[in-house]
Structure formats: structure tokens, C-alpha cells
């Protein structure tokens, strides 16, 4: 039932990145006075967490989780950029009654262009539905395409406190792969 609840929210989402992903650049040139950059869409794995000196690597069935971020780039004037992501996790219960667990990551940050496809980036996070809070640091290298397009990957390193006061601080090191328009 969940699952039927979110094909529109994608559909709303992926239908204008594809319709603007198809746009010739060479009629329509961005210039860097627009407010909107561009968007891009990926996915992210988390790789390992560590909290209160336990390390976990998440390839156990009961720490497994993915995300598909959705995001939007905006233009300040200045060299940072704003940055707007949206990214529904599932988190898959393989041995249990309950099949999975779905929740959104409401990630809103800046972003600082280096230089040679390199960015740094700084994230504040809020986590709907697990009850988390945090940021997270982010290191991007971007490989630009003919057709316009920007293949990246990206180092994230999420830092979450909660759910609950004994849950403490959770740090977590992820690799996130997409593309931008």
C-alpha cells in the first residue's frame, strides 16, 4: 500500500527532470544568473555506521538501508550554491513480520565548487519518520558528459543524534552515485 502512495511523488519528481534533461543546450544556454542550476537524482549506500565506538558494517540484513536522493540547485550571486534534496530510504526487514520501512530525509545544504568537477558541500538533515537530526559533510567529484549531463559520486559522511537520549551521536560514511542536469 505505502509503495502506491509514493509512484506519484516519483512520478511528479522524475517527470521534469526528464523533460528538461532532453532540452537542447544549445538553444536554451544556462547562465550562471539564473536562480535555478540544475537537479540531479542518484542513489545512496550507506557503507558502515559507528555509535559509541561500535562499528557496524551495514551489509547485515537488520542495518541494510537505500535512499534515492532528488535534488534541486539554485544560484545565491555568490560561489556558494543552495542545495535542496529530498531522499526517501528503504529500509527492508528481510527476517521479520514487518517487510520494510520507508522514510524521507529532508536535506537542504550549500555547496562550494572547488574547481576541476570537485565540490564540498555541508547538509543540515532531518529525518521524517525516524526521528532524527543532524548534518551532513559531503565531498563531490562530478565528470561532465557530452550531452551536458554531470555523472557524479559522492563521499557523504551523515552525523545523526536520536531517536531517542540514550541513542546518542551516530556517524555514518556513505557513497552516493547520480546525475545531474
Known sequence: MKIIVLI?????IFL??????????????????????GFHVGIVQPVFSVQRGNLNWLDRFDLYSIGFPIGLTLNTGGKLLFDFELVPFIHPY????????????????VLLPMGHGWTLGLRAAFE????QFGFTPLLNKGFKMKSGKV?????????RFGPQKESGYTQVAGLHFGIGF
Not at 537542447?24 to 544568473?33: A, E, G, R
Not at 521524517?128 to 526521528?131: D, L
Open 16 to 37: 521534469p527532470a526528464f523533460l528538461f534533461g532532453q532540452q537542447d543546450s544549445t538553444k536554451h544556454p544556462i547562465y550562471k544568473s539564473e536562480v535555478l542550476l
Open 128 to 131: 521524517a519518520g525516524v526521528n
Open 94 to 109: 528481510l527476517q521479520s513480520e514487518q517487510a520494510y520501512i520507508v522514510h524521507l530525509l529532508i536535506h537542504p545544504g
Open 151 to 159: 555523472l557524479f559520486f559522492e563521499l557523504v559522511l551523515p552525523a
Open 8 to 12: 506519484p511523488f516519483f512520478c511528479l
